[in-house]
């Protein structure tokens, strides 16, 4: 069964220091690969997406992430991290073959930025 | 970015009664948007998908008399919460599918219902 893994349920880090949080994947093909923010009570806010091409994808509040299809994951990074940072991070991906190319959900990383 | 509004943000209701929950996209036209249902500190689960012009599609274990969705507009999908139930309670959000390659999916701001 095709399937998105977020191996921590919480990550900790200190403001200013860099942060990752981990995704990987098991989906057959090319899929395309996401990163969502949840802020408390909200809906969720997309960060950016991989497609193809560079493997390292830029997005909104100097987010990144690195698809790696050797290792099928698609780690979200921040090089400082803020307290504001602080919130439920979901990765997802969508298959591009196949007959369901709904989108895949991983069960979300909660992300705590110490001051 | 594709703007999604989702109305009410809050709503509590009587047991018994019934409860609509607007999402529209506000700056684009959405032929498919999506239904989810989200538990306490729990990931997303999709409800239903909604097609503009033709019946939802539910997932599995969502009762389609229960949650109504109706998509009559390209920018306008309606799901209603029927006899609501204290565990139909939740954080239901609606998103649209963005026209672009991937198609990736914009969130309306989700709604609070909580049945006494």
């Known amino acids: 069964a095709q399937s998105v893994a977020q191996p921590e349920d919480q990550v900790n880090v200190a403001e200013g220091n860099p942060l990752t949080v981990k995704c990987t994947y098991s989906v057959s093909g090319n899929p395309y690969l996401f990163w969502y923010v949840q ?37 979200l990074k921040k ?25 895949i959900w991983g069960l979300g990383t909660s992300l705590a930025v110490n001051p | 970015g594709a703007v999604v509004s989702q ?52 997932e599995q274990g969502v009762e389609k008399d229960k949650f109504l969705i109706n998509h009559a507009s390209l920018t306008l999908s309606t799901l209603t919460v029927t006899s609501a139930h204290p565990e139909d309670s939740s954080f239901y959000i609606c998103s649209a599918r963005g026209d672009t390659l991937a198609g990736e999916l914009f969130f309306g701001e989700g709604s609070r219902l909580t049945v006494l």
């Open chain 1, 39 to 75: 802020y408390p009570n909200r809906g969720l806010q997309f960060l950016l997406k991989y497609i193809t091409g560079d493997n390292l994808v830029k997005g909104s509040y100097g987010f990144e992430a690195e698809f790696n299809k050797s290792q099928t994951s698609f780690h």
């Open chain 1, 79 to 103: 090089p400082s991290a803020l307290v504001s940072d602080s919130a439920l991070y979901f990765c997802a991906v969508r298959p591009q073959i196949g007959n369901n190319r709904k989108l």
């Open chain 2, 7 to 58: 109305h009410p943000s809050w709503v509590i209701c009587k047991s018994g009664t019934s409860v609509k929950i607007e999402c529209r996209s506000l700056d684009f036209q959405a032929t498919t948007m999506f239904w989810y249902r989200q538990f306490p500190k729990q990931s997303l689960m999709l409800m239903a998908t909604s097609n503009e012009g033709s019946k939802a599609t539910y």
